[in-house]
């Protein structure tokens, strides 16, 4: 099946440094990719939708100064939190669909997540 | 009122037990149904997927739709300790690009 991955898994940093989160599709090319944020015993939050070489389109309440994403190739998106505080600390996720493997099964592929933690 | 509610758990059955799992919803647009497991610290991956009503079944998993209730149920026959996940329900309207609404996910416990 498909391949979704993201790096680094886990992250600790200081509070105002930012930090770069990396998602690759290994065996697909990505069409769209989306970043998700998980908080402890919650559910998966939609943060932003990025297509192959434009602008993400974020959702209400996300900040986008503060989470840069850039979708630079058919293969890899990142998300940047920039300045990143302790409420920012949490489990980002993303996910990716092809343009064949939407239209045949409608699934979203996962990567495993990255936990950063903001000191 | 949220698009998706479902039973957060945690819920615990022992070995071999059959364990039924729900979500209900809101927005009629909904035409994609699906069914994740997550393991601590780790992603989702895809257990079940459904488009529109009916019931679809991969070994001991079964996913059940029924878009006149707005009522979504996976059932795992014969758990194993190896089940113990969170799992959560997703679904997606056709004009919503792949954007999926996640339920807040129930924590499955099987005890040996």
């Known amino acids: 099946g498909a391949v979704v991955s993201q790096h680094p898994s886990r992250v600790i940093c200081k509070s105002g440094t930012s930090v770069k989160i990396e998602c690759r599709s290994l065996d697909f090319q990505a069409t769209t990719m989306f970043w998700y944020r998980q908080f402890p015993k919650q559910s998966l939050m939609l943060m932003a939708t990025s297509n192959e070489g434009s602008k993400a389109t974020y959702e209400q309440g996300v900040e986008k100064d503060k989470f840069l994403i850039n979708h630079a190739s058919l293969t890899l998106s990142t998300l940047t939190v920039t300045s990143a505080h302790p409420e920012d600390s949490s489990f980002y996720i993303c996910?990716?669909?092809?343009?064949?493997?939407?239209?045949?099964?409608?699934?979203?592929?996962f990567g495993e997540g990255s936990r950063l933690t903001v000191l | 009122q949220k698009e998706v509610e479902q039973d957060p758990g945690p819920l615990s059955v022992p070995e071999g037990a059959i364990v039924s799992l729900n979500c209900t919803y809101s927005?009629?647009?909904?035409?994609?149904f699906m069914w994740y497991r997550q393991y601590s610290r780790k992603g989702p991956e895809l257990l079940m997927y459904?488009?529109?009503?009916g019931n679809k079944e991969d070994g001991r998993f079964t996913a059940q739709v029924d878009k006149s209730s707005k009522y979504i149920s996976l059932f795992i026959r014969d758990s194993q300790p190896s089940d113990s996940a969170t799992y959560l329900c997703a679904m997606s309207a056709v004009n919503q690009g792949g954007k999926l609404i996640f339920g807040q996910g129930t924590e499955l416990s099987v005890k040996p």
């Open positions: 927005n009629s647009a909904f035409q994609y």
């Open positions: 996910s990716a669909r092809g343009r064949q493997l939407w239209k045949n099964t409608g699934e979203l592929f």
């Open positions: 459904t488009y529109s009503s």
